[in-house]
């Protein structure tokens, strides 16, 4: 996971943050990221653009997060984000959270790349998280 991160963030320069979240019970908890800390590590399923994709499974690309009312602030700067969901026959295990500084930052590019990124993770992650 770590050296994931530091990949991703060193070969797209428009992510400005990178990181993972794991799933932990009910909770998103902060894994490895590159990036500046950030004050949510830990977020309910419930919250935040990360609490919406781990429920609906799906990837999001938010353009605009000034102007999304899910969006939980980690920078200043940050103006765009993409989660995608790291699963495993249809269990939500983590996923990968990027922000930008760029507005709509992201595209069906990054969306690939990330999806692809988080289908190699899921095996090494289901290997070490519990099934319920
Ligand atoms: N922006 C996220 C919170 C995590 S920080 O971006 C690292 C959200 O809205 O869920």
């Given at each position: 996971m770590t050296r994931a991160v530091e990949l991703l963030a060193e070969s797209c320069p428009h992510f400005t943050w990178t990181g993972i979240y794991l799933l932990e019970g009910d909770e998103l908890v902060l894994g490895p990221f590159v990036g500046k800390p950030s004050p949510h590590t830990r977020i309910p399923l419930g919250r935040g653009i990360c609490g919406a994709a781990a429920t609906q499974r799906a990837t999001i690309i938010v353009d605009d997060v000034n102007a999304d009312p899910r969006y939980l602030a980690c920078s200043l700067e940050t103006r765009s984000e993409i989660v995608v969901p790291i699963t495993q026959a249809d269990r939500v295990l983590g996923e990968i959270d990027i922000d930008s500084?760029?507005?709509?930052?992201?595209?069906p590019t990054d969306q690939a790349l990330l999806e692809a990124v988080a289908q190699a993770l899921a095996p090494r992650l289901a290997a070490r998280v519990p099934v319920p």
């Open positions: 500084d760029r507005a709509a930052a992201f595209g």
